[in-house]
């Protein structure tokens, strides 16, 4: 192994064939509990885990390059790549014969360089290049048919393909992706597959992870990877950084079966060994026995599982009907409310899910993701916070719960989660010792990380209720409408005043139950649109049942109003085809006239509450007027002031007499203290009486003011009454005319029909007499042009004094291509002689070598005769230099010979590039002149190599002359010797 | 006494426009010329084993060269996929047809020069001043990876003129003054095995300058080409780099076989089936039956080696006829 690789294991059990598979690689598998500063991981293993956002943070993935695998599916793959996320492998995979091969290429940066080819990589169908992205028809209905013989699902394969291509087009116009684009597609014992081999430079995470948006998304390019991923059971993602290559893989298992796609995403070392899943093979290309397997694509059934259809134009009518019929009226006024609070929603929710009471109910995905995320922080700190080297489950629990009312308090004011939070964590501590089998009070910190784990794989999700968005949507919407739909049809504000009339009287109730009716079928329609999409789904039946039932008794009978078929089967009408037009044109204006009403209605419905409005306005009027007429009699207080002022003049009396008792003198303390209150209460008496005085006046005003508005609206609304009775009329009129009129128009048209047909042939007649016409107004003009045509030919077939130029001007131009033929040729055979003349010089050279050689060996044998062939050797010696110049001579030559060429071959490429030119034949002709010329000179030139040639010969031949006579010489030597 | 092919293209040149067979004595070897064909089979097999002491070299036919660049052009300016497959096939019948009754693969490389080239005449003078060989073998290199193109259905026109312009100057990083014998040596040895020609460099106590001449000549080749602004799609050039004298991830650049793509491969086998040495009597059948031989132990390129030796299954069939 090149590099270890040490893996942080977060699931709970691993299947034996992955346990094979690191043991066979002796790959490490760490424990969370073990400290995280004595192992570096290379990878986190996962499993049931979805949200990544969470190991990102705590193991800082994606700055220390910890790539996570994940041995279940993952639905949000953006979010999974964002973290590090690399690979994806769901059972099947894991099983299969190829999980060697897939893991091997994953951790084939890590392996040594021997890891050995597998055997079970697909064998080569079929392959073809793309140069555009345009031409692709014909090779890909070609893959498809492979598939389609490969049990595969065409349309997968084809949807795959798509929005593969789709995807690469996008990265090329993005300057990411080049062309050529190698597609090869093949088979295994129990896959298919697909591979993608193109260039790509600067690609980054992003370029892919920005595909993976979920499916559903209104902007497609944001999910062309989802669904071309979605489309296929297995996607490979390989990156050759320094080759800057890209292959894409996809493969589909034989007859399906595979629930999840898996999703690996790898750059490779450049020395990679295991890159492509498809080989070189013997197996055939796909034979197609005819089958097309467009002809069999078949829609979908809708099984009633998750999705059944109903009726869209009267579904929601009939359930609603059928609900209000049903439902009780302590509900409906549950549902009407008189609140328009949030915790009021959640709590009609709630209800809902009363059975399940010892969950925690969360008010949307929101803020269970919120929950979630500060659970955990909390979980982190309790391990950092903790002083102890051991702590209790009880301590534990106290501990989080403190941190999370420490950090985050909002968090408690989610629903049920103050009272539930307590039980949830005590629960999970219980599950955690149980099955580490440890006890209560043995939690160290390395636990308390592993607890986290533990209680994030586990998850909050199983343990909680979270209520749908839809769910709210639903009650807050119905519950807008019924708030107005009752206080329109009572003409009453208050919703329990409403409901408790309606206790009251049945004829309420009906009231009631109509106006519930009426408005559910709206807010069904509004939150599930069913008369648009025709379809319900089984999470769409739960929402309507928890929503509307209180008990879990009402909520099934609500499930099965909304599930039974023979109750929601749509009405058709029978003999569509025979319905007449006048009966449609009826149908119209009944429908018309049933709108008019209806808003005549509701006028009427808005006067009458207009005048009820008045009616209490009065009421109020005579109230304050009796009330002032009551402060105005102040009984009391003139008793008082009668009785204060008899007292007053008996003192008076007294005190004239001079005769001032004591008990007198109580009195006129007594009388001086009343007179000072009366006077007292006069003066408040009198302000009061003031003051209402004034708003009397102005109260009355006002109300004379409104009261003379009303009866202008009033009489206007008599006059629109009126007018709209007089407008009704006129459209009645005018209608019945149209009516008529349709008649007169059908008798006429009927008996068009029943007249001769001799009336149809007369018109065809005529119209094909003008058909006549103008053909021969056709025929006429093109006999004109055919004529004009011929006198042009005519005209051109005279003689032309331009033409006979041109052809002048080829033939001469043909004489100089000629001559410049003759020429190249000349100078070819110049060039050979020149070099079988040097040739020759070089065979002259090396046999005056070999008898230069002779001679020395004649020396060296005759040693007395020295002097006589020093001499000799002295005359051979001056024949180098010349051969040096011959040879310079030769170069020179040779030389020129390469500058005619260049020559020539520039006077070809002008000739071939303008011949129309005139200069440039011109120019010719001046270079055709200087060829000849240096022909000339290159004649001369040989002439003289000639002419030393036979010099040479000359001395070569006085030379041998020289050798004959010093052989004999020598022999003479010898035999005097 | 030998004779040296100072430009071979001059002299098939010359043996046509004269019109005769060019034959010499030498001292030692007998040079063979047949213009536009091979001598007939059972006279080649007679003289293989005078191989040492018998040069042959073929020449070009210019009815069989016309021919050559008549259905070239028409190819390469076919748009449609149908004129495009049927021209291809019509060139490949025909190109197969004339190599195997003996025709000069000269005549198919002249035709790919005069109708693709886009290469300037002091490119080629620059090539030829460095080495000659450099220059039959970019010439010859052209020619050879247009034709493995075309039998690994890669097709397409634009794509025919850029593989012949990679494959023509993939060496042109070579041409520098630190270019020597061991360079050369070195080139000949990578060829033959990956990886064997660095370290053959340093066991001839090469010159920093020489190592690095040889080192770099991938990289000064896609320089080049990415400057010339030759090719229909210059994101192509990056090719010479992963494709350069390496099939197994041992040679220059050391990129593994799984890495490369079709194209590549192609460059690769275009460079493998021209000898650096024997330029001079290049033979395709000769190459390839010794290719195929190779087969037997391992061939690394898998992706375009196997129709490029379909080629012999129509050789059989020409004899019994």
Known sequence: MKKDIIILNLCEELSPQIMDYFNRREIQLIDPKIDEKNYKWTHILTQNLQDFSFIRESYKTIENNIQIISLTPVTNKQNFICANGKIVLNEFWIKSKIKNFILDKFFQEYLSQDVSLSEVRFGTMGKFNLHKFHIIGDHFDQLVSASYEESVSAVNVRSFLDHTLMYLAALKNRQKMDFPLEVVYGTSEDAFGVQFYFSSQGLMIEDVSSAFGMEGNRHSEESLLSTALNRCDFLDFSLIESAKKMVITAAWVKGGGVNDASLLLTTLPHKAKLVGYLQESNIEPAVNNGADYLEHIQLPEIHNEEIRRVSGENFSEIIATRISDVLELERIQRIAGTEESEEELVQILKESAQEENDKIVFSGENEFEDVKQIISSSLSQTSENIQKDFINSDELKKIIIKSIGEEKPEVFKVGSFQEKISNEIQRAIGDFCKEKQLKSGDFSREHIQEFQAFFLSKGLKENSIILSSVAKDLVNDLRQRLKTGLSIEFQENSIETVFEKANQHDFDQKRIRSVFKNNLKEALEATFGFEEKGLIRRDEEDVIAKVLGSTPVEREAIKELVQDETAVQPHEPLFLDHTSEKEKALMIQLEAMKKDNQSLLEKLQATILEVRVLKDAKQTVAEIKGKAEELAAGTIEQDLFEASIALKQELKKNLEEGSIPSADKMKITELLEREVQLMTNFNDEMKKSKKQQIELSQKESLYISELEKMKRQLKARDFMLTKSKESMQKVFQRKDSEIDNLKAKLNKSNTLLAQDENNISSIENKHLRMQNLNLTKQLEVYKVKLSSLSENLKSREKPDNSRDEIRKMQMEKNQILSQLNQLQKESHRWEMKLKSEAERSQMLQTEMKRLQEELSLQVEANKTNMSASQSNLEKSEPENPVQEIQLSHIKELEAKVIQLESKLAESQKNQKSNNTDEKKIIHLETSLKKLTQDIAEARNASNELKKESNKLRQEKTALQNQIERMKKDAQKNKKSA | ?321
């Open chain 2, 1 to 321: 006494m030998s004779v040296k092919l100072q430009k071979p293209f001059d002299l098939q040149a010359n043996t046509i426009c004269q019109g005769f067979v060019f034959l010499q004595m030498k001292t030692s070897k007998l040079l063979m010329v047949r213009p536009g064909e091979w001598i007939d089979s059972k006279a080649y097999k007679k003289l293989q084993g005078l191989h040492n002491s018998i040069v042959i070299e073929s020449v070009v036919d210019n009815e069989i060269k016309e021919n050559f660049k008549t259905l070239l052009r028409k190819h390469l300016k076919s748009k449609l996929v149908s004129e495009v497959k049927r021209s291809s096939e019509e060139l490949l019948n025909f190109f197969h047809q004339q190599i195997i009754s003996g025709t000069s693969f000269n005549c198919w490389a002249q035709s790919c020069y005069e109708v693709i080239s886009k290469a300037s005449q002091e490119q080629m003078t620059r090539m030829y001043e460095v080495d000659i060989k450099l220059l039959q073998k970019a010439y010859l290199s052209g020619a050879i990876a247009v034709w493995i193109s075309l039998v690994n259905d890669y097709t397409e026109p634009s794509f025919i003129e850029d593989i012949y312009h990679l494959a023509f100057f993939q060496d042109i990083g070579l041409i520098s003054n630190n270019y020597s014998y061991f360079v050369k040596e070195a080139i000949h040895k990578e060829q033959q095995r990956s990886g064997t020609g660095l370290s053959h460099l340093v066991q001839m106590k090469a010159s920093a300058d020489e190592i690095s001449a040889f080192e770099s000549h991938p990289q000064k080749s896609l320089e080049f080409l990415a400057e010339a602004q030759l090719l229909h799609n210059q994101s192509l050039v990056q090719s010479l780099l992963v494709q350069h004298e390496q099939v197994s991830g041992d040679g220059l650049l050391g990129f593994s076989e799984e890495v490369m793509s079709t194209w590549e491969e192609i460059l690769v086998l275009g460079d493998k089936l021209i000898p650096f040495t024997s330029l001079d009597e290049f033979n395709l059948l000769n190459e390839l039956s010794s290719f195929k031989d190779h087969q037997d132990i391992k061939n690394p390129i898998q992706k375009v080696i196997k129709k490029v030796l379909s080629f012999f299954t129509l050789i059989p069939e020409k004899e019994s006829a």
